[in-house]
Nanobody, 127 residues
Framework: QVHLVESGGGSVQAGGSLRLSCAASVNTYKPDHLGWFRQAPGKEREGVAYISTRSGRAYYADAVKGRFTISQDNAKFTLYLQMNSLEPEDTAMYYC????????????????????WGQGTQVTVSS
């Protein structure tokens, strides 16, 4: 069983930045794809970004493209999400996710593509 633990959330004013981290509990785990999701109160969970561990290519939801950057540190088994130019609409609980299947059911920005999830970290952006 793989446990993921997020950190780095907090409160920031609009235009500010935060960096989220996600650490895996098992250093022998080899995921195929890693993702960040978010869920705002009253809304469905949505994919924010994901990265292919094989190619290193990253993909982003349109809402965060150009502002967020997903990256991984394989040596530290850690996933990051650098969030710049934050907007109040970015306020949500952020979750990291991982899966070792070599394909994404649906697409890699959908929840069904991931079997392992963290507990979430809250990001609040005030105007």
């Amino acid at each position: 069983q793989v446990h993921l633990v997020e950190s780095g959330g907090g409160s920031v004013q609009a235009g500010g930045s935060l960096r989220l981290s996600c650490a895996a509990s098992v250093n022998t785990y080899k995921p195929d794809h890693l993702g960040w999701f978010r869920q705002a109160p009253g809304k469905e969970r949505e994919g924010v970004a994901y990265i292919s561990t094989r190619s290193g290519r990253a993909y982003y939801a349109d809402a965060v493209k150009g502002r967020f950057t997903i990256s991984q540190d394989n040596a530290k088994f850690t996933l990051y999400l650098q969030m710049n130019s934050l907007e109040p609409e970015d306020t949500a609980m952020y979750y990291c996710a991982a899966d070792d299947r070599t394909y994404c059911p649906g697409n890699c920005l959908s929840s069904q593509a991931y079997r392992y999830w963290g507990q979430g970290t809250q990001v609040t952006v005030s105007s």
